[in-house]
């Protein structure tokens, strides 16, 4: 009979507590702490969490704490944990300097692409995860089994996952995360300010205007260390909107209709090119994958992956009983099993397909 897995997660704010209700539905069982000993305790009597103490037979560690913190806390529970099977996690939003910060092969960082415009644990959601890309940031040195295992446990609870080096997970994510919750929360503002003149803007705000402006009502409490410690790369891409918005601003001056016409219509192709097609596991390709056992050879593959949009349904390792050498097994996307093998036989992947 298997035995159950147990998490402890880290912070019960709305990421926190989702995932403590994630894991349950998932068969897990969950614990949890918070500084805020009024949070525990609602944890605790709604069933969020079974029970505060940390074990040390637990699977898996989740640090659900502010970015600045992450590193510190993660550290923390590495060093109270003598598990050596014990893979620590955590969910913030910049990974470079955690990533720098936590060098116990144990850690491995994330990022789940998920929120809401509810805060807490009054916005805490079983379902949160599902369907959202989950970034895990494997370096060189992350072990292949805590790669794959926390693979495991985070499809367990829907999410899809991607990997991606931390340098270019920051890089990425500024502009597709932390730069437009800037630009809603500039644009909410521009809006409101002029209401006080003209009460009746408001009233005309059309559904553009409001899908625009929605990620603008997030928690304000959370985004000043995420963009303090990503504050490179969203100054640089801040600089690189400027510049288009510029150009917009000079199109418009001039009268120049080509130009607008060639911005919007390259806007609209992109916007539809967007991945959004459902995925489902009834349509899957299972390719082996030939891998050198040495640091680095899971994380190659799984980076080709992410830069292809490439969902693995699953993974698993099987090791060669001599030798160096091992086999991932993957599930992949049927219709994108083809291009993803071609990708890792030019990286000097052996790759077959099982039929």
Known sequence: ???????????????????????????????????????VEVALSTKIVGARELEQSVDLVAICTPAGVVADVARQYLERLDNPAVIVTDVAGVKGAIVRDVSDPRFLGGHPMAGSELRGLRGARADLFQGCTWVLTPTASTPADVYTRLHSYLREIGANVVAVSPADHDRLVALASHVPHLLAGA??????????????????????????????????????????????AVSSTLLDLEERLASLRDALEDRDRPALEDSLTSAAVARRQLPGRALNSDDMAYLRVLVADRPGSLARVTMTASEMLVNIYDIEIAHAIEGNKGTLLLAVDEQQAERFMDALRAADFGVVRER
């Open 1 to 39: 009979m298997t035995s159950v897995k147990r998490a402890h997660v880290v912070g019960l704010g709305l990421i926190g507590a989702s995932l403590c209700l994630a894991l349950g539905e998932a068969g897990w069982d969950v614990t949890g702490d918070d500084l805020d000993a009024d949070v």
């Open 187 to 232: 644009l909410m503002n521009q809006a409101a300010e002029a209401a006080r003149e003209d009460a009746v803007l408001l009233q005309l705000a059309a559904g553009g205007f409001r899908d625009m402006t929605r990620i603008a009502a997030g928690d304000p409490a959370i985004w000043p260390d995420i963009l303090f410690e990503n504050r490179e």
